[in-house]
């Protein structure tokens, strides 16, 4: 479920909301993540709370595989510290700000009696750190994060803020070169879909992505998000990397090739290697050697340059029997046979 305020009777309107949620809902649909139109729910500009929490009852009780709350526009906190999503009548007086928007409690509640097997929250909006960080707790030193996701009982879920607690979520304010404005955090979620993420694998995990989003926005002094898991942080894929092919690094995809090329090599070896007197044992201890890096690798689902190198020793051993094979042989039989 998707919800944006950019209207406001009592706060500030915000016109890079509305752009923001319309990108969001684009994101979310379009093809690197690939959601259909009729599983995501958008509501535009609520004037006040009235059905809203129940209306997010109705939605996640339905959902089984992943279930989103995403919400854009202003954030505040009530007298409680507990943040409160900004609606069009939302006051700006701290004791009716939890009377007038969409408290956060309520998303949190609709999570927890859904049966979905993940669940995310993405809010952008001001203070709304206050759903992640643990200073803010209900009644105990467990931060409100850590509450929705325990108890959701489901082996991963999110929490992904625009801001930190006591910080202001920021947005553009004007139009440049003909873009519409948007809010910072939204903007940089999907030019970082949009342009992939290099040195990635093909498909980007939740965590993979927050963390390239995250090292975009404070490069640019930006507010900073935030972001709080349980199960495997790097665990759901959550889009297609658009980095170009050549630029991306899939450890599992590498692991793959060298473990065709070394089936390969061995083959080959143990083909030559029985032309060469005392040759096939040092080959075929070479091989193992460098098999065993491969089995390393797949172990750590990682390569190092290091390791990549032993693999291609690999191939200097092969080339190195099949110098031998096709040197003629020496009539001296006392002279010394060539070194490997």
């Known amino acids: 479920m ?17 752009h923001s949620m319309d990108c969001m809902y684009d994101l979310l649909t379009g093809p690197a993540i690939g959601w259909p139109k009729a599983d995501v729910t958008r509501i535009d500009n609520p004037a006040n709370p009235g ?7 109705t939605v996640f009780d339905r959902v089984t595989d992943v279930a989103l709350f995403y919400y854009v526009g202003h954030g505040q906190d009530d007298h409680n510290g507990e943040l409160c999503l900004g609606l069009g009548n939302s006051r700006l007086e701290l004791h009716r700000r939890s009377t007038t928007s969409l408290e956060y409690r309520s998303v949190r509640g609709a999570l927890h ?31 409100r994060a850590n509450l929705l996701l325990r108890r959701t009982d489901q082996p991963e879920a999110y929490v992904i803020t625009a801001s930190s607690a006591y910080q202001e979520a920021w947005c553009e304010t004007d139009t440049e070169y003909g873009r519409k404005p948007h809010t910072y955090f939204t903007k940089y979620l999907a030019d970082t879909v949009g342009q992939g993420v290099p ?70 070896i143990a083909t030559r290697g029985h032309t060469v007197d005392g040759e096939q044992s040092v080959a075929e201890k070479d091989l193992h050697e460098r098999q065993a890096v491969v089995d390393d690798l797949q172990a750590a689902n990682g390569i190092s340059s290091a390791e990549l190198d032993s693999h291609l020793t690999m191939k200097s051993v092969l080339a190195s029997l099949a110098s031998k094979r096709e040197q003629p042989v020496q009539p001296n039989s006392t002279q010394s046979a060539p070194q490997p």
């Open 2 to 18: 998707l919800i944006g305020t950019w209207d406001y009777e009592h706060l500030p309107s915000v016109p890079a909301v509305r």
């Open 51 to 57: 059905d809203l929490a129940d209306r997010l009852m």
């Open 113 to 143: 009696h859904s049966n979905a097997s993940v669940k995310i929250v993405i809010l952008d909006c001001c203070y709304s750190g206050i759903a992640v960080d643990p200073k803010h707790s209900l009644g105990s030193s467990e931060s």
């Open 199 to 268: 040195q990635r694998p093909a498909n980007l995990t939740l965590g993979l992505l927050f963390k390239a989003v995250k090292e975009r926005l404070t490069a640019k002094n930006l507010p900073t998000p935030q972001m709080r898991s349980v199960g495997e942080p790097e665990g759901y894929i959550f889009t297609r990397n658009l980095a170009p092919s050549e630029t991306r690094n899939d450890p599992w995809e590498t692991n793959r090739r060298l473990e065709a090329e070394n089936a390969e090599l061995r083959a080959q």
